[in-house]
């Protein structure tokens, strides 16, 4: 049979340090260094968590910094290009004369109505003046009575003139017949212009027209009864020469400067619809109404076709000359700021840094201004300014998008 192993046996070895193993040796390194990287995680997130609250308070601060410049809407003042000016105007005849009456009586004959057109020197009408015919009758009476006592003054005085030479009569006597007709001289000459003014208004019974036209208007019929030299009589006829006629308008003082030579108006009238006219620079008053602070100007229109009525209203514009609103800007009226000093406007500059200037408009447009200095075109204004705003305060414009 077979022996059976014998066991060997393992005897135990002394353990020393010399034989203690690698891993037993390097656990309390692994636990610095663990320690080690654990305390520069726990550093870099103290540093990050610092780092974003730094950061924090830094956009806080910007934000309570910006805060507290306010934010303005802005606009840059548009240019004023010279454009036509256009105005009310009033159509007014060449000529108009109304016709009284210059002798007292009825109407006999009435020759014309409105609307006729006539010629210089037409007869318009007649009167029957009975009490002016015999007033003449008498005058020329009178006349003859005082010529006869005139002509026997003169043979007396002659004849004492002749005597006082002689020494037959006394100077005193004389005299008094040489002062006898001086008296009946005058007396002749008062009674022939008597009878000329009754020949006169013998001769305005019968009543022409003043000048070439057409009868607008009629204030008597036949049979009436006419008053002459009453205050409240109204005129018979009314002539008007409208084969040319004056257009009126008022320019504003703004534009009272550049009216003058080569300035033309187109007008139209509404029974014309859009038809234009012209008319022509004749005259301007050169001085301004107290009351409306405008200048009166007339023009003249040629009216040969009658398509324009006298009394009508126009609707006018005028080509100004060149230059007309040069180096003028224009704003919105909300822009514009109201002081003791003065009108002025709020300017930002590229800092956002504000400077308040006094300006001077020149035309008032309702929601916009014309300015006439004090700002330049490619400034940035403050359009609905704060009415405590300053200059040198600091903004943050927000400027339109291009």
């Known amino acids: ?14 353990t020393t340090p010399d034989t203690m193993s690698a891993p037993a040796m390097a656990s309390p390194r692994r636990v610095g260094l663990f320690l080690l990287l654990g305390l520069a995680g726990l550093g870099g997130v103290l540093w990050i968590t610092f780092s974003s609250r730094l950061e924090a308070q830094e ?32 159509l007014v005849a060449w000529a108009e004369a109304p016709v009284y009456a210059r002798t007292s009586g009825f109407l006999a004959r009435r020759l014309v109505d ?34 006869a006592q005139r002509d026997l003054s003169a043979r007396s005085a002659q004849r004492w003139n002749e005597l006082v030479a002689r020494s037959v009569v006394s100077q005193q006597a004389t005299d008094e017949r040489r002062g006898d007709l001086a008296v009946r001289s005058a ?23 003043p000048f070439g036209g057409t009868v607008t208007s009629r204030g008597t019929d036949v049979g009436a009864l006419i008053n002459a030299g009453a205050t409240a009589s109204a005129a018979l006829f009314t002539i008007t020469d409208s084969s040319k006629l004056r257009l009126y308008l008022r320019v504003p003082q703004a534009y009272a400067a550049a009216i003058g030579p080569g300035v033309t108006a187109q007008f139209t009238v509404p029974e ?12 301007t008053a050169d001085a301004l109404d107290v009351q409306s602070g405008s200048m009166l100007v007339q023009f003249t229109v040629d009216n040969a076709a009658d398509l324009l009525k006298p009394g009508g209203y126009a609707q006018v514009r005028l080509e100004l000359p060149p230059g007309t609103g040069a180096n003028q800007v224009r704003i919105p009226a909300s822009a514009l700021i109201f002081r003791s000093a003065g009108t002025s406007v709020a300017v930002v500059d590229d800092q956002g840094k504000v400077s308040v200037k006094p300006v001077r408009i020149a035309r008032d447009h309702g929601a916009h201004l014309d300015i006439g200095s004090g700002l330049e075109r490619g400034e940035w204004v403050i359009n609905s300014p704060s009415d405590a705003i300053r200059s040198g305060d600091m903004v943050r414009p927000n400027r339109p998008a291009p």
């Open 59 to 90: 956009k806080l601060r910007e934000i309570t910094a910006a805060a507290t410049v306010p934010s303005v809407s802005v606009v840059q003042p548009s240019e004023v290009r010279p454009r036509p000016l256009t105005l009310p105007g009033r």
């Open 187 to 209: 007396q002749l000459t008062q009674a022939e212009a008597e009878l000329n003014r009754l020949r006169a208004l013998t001769g305005f019974t019968q009543m022409v027209a």
């Open 114 to 147: 409105i609307g006729d057109v006539v010629t210089a020197g037409q007869l318009l009408a007649v009167i029957d003046a009975p009490e002016v015919e015999q007033q003449l009758a008498a005058a020329t009476a009178a006349l003859a009575t005082v010529r």
């Open 272 to 283: 014309h619809g859009d038809q234009a006219f012209t008319a022509e620079l004749t005259r």
């Open 1 to 14: 049979m077979p022996e059976a192993p014998v066991p060997h046996t393992i005897e135990p070895q002394a």
